[in-house]
């Protein structure tokens, strides 16, 4: 009798995923932007965001906003697709990743004053998040055609 773990058939996926997470989440803590001498990472954007020409109130001053919970996500899409909720993990990962992804360009292209350069810590962000997605996405494709885990 042969016994097949059933993270096998989802193990690259799950893996791209990891991997897109752990950039994403190593990006977000690099710096994005600076300010004089002042390097910024993605958590201290959003006392900045009107100077990238961007409303506090506005669909990018609210994603700044709600950026912390970047690092939670995508942990929780891991371990989702990992535990054996590939669907599940794949959907917080596409969250994630796009969210990441999203604000990561909308930082690199800002369109900013001299006081303010953009570092390379948004295009590794943005990077990372479309590893998540890619590999949240296989992971919701496999998980589909998975057949259901044997009753133990």
Known sequence: MTVRSPLAARGPAVVAMAVGAAVTVLGSSLPWVRTGGARRNSYDLFALV?????????????????????????????????????????????????????????????????????????????????????????AIVLGWRAPPAPVT
Do not use: H
């Open 50 to 138: 009107e100077r990238f020409g961007y409303s506090p109130d506005g669909p990018a001053g609210v994603a700044l906003r709600w950026w912390p919970i970047v690092p939670l996500l995508t942990a929780l899409a891991v371990v989702a697709a990992w535990w054996g909720w590939p669907r599940t993990g794949g959907v917080l990962g596409v969250v994630a990743g796009g969210y990441a992804g999203g604000v990561g360009l909308a930082i690199g292209a800002a369109d900013v004053t001299n006081a303010v350069e953009i570092q390379f810590g948004a295009p590794v962000t943005a990077a990372g998040g479309a590893l998540l997605v890619l590999g949240s996405l296989a």
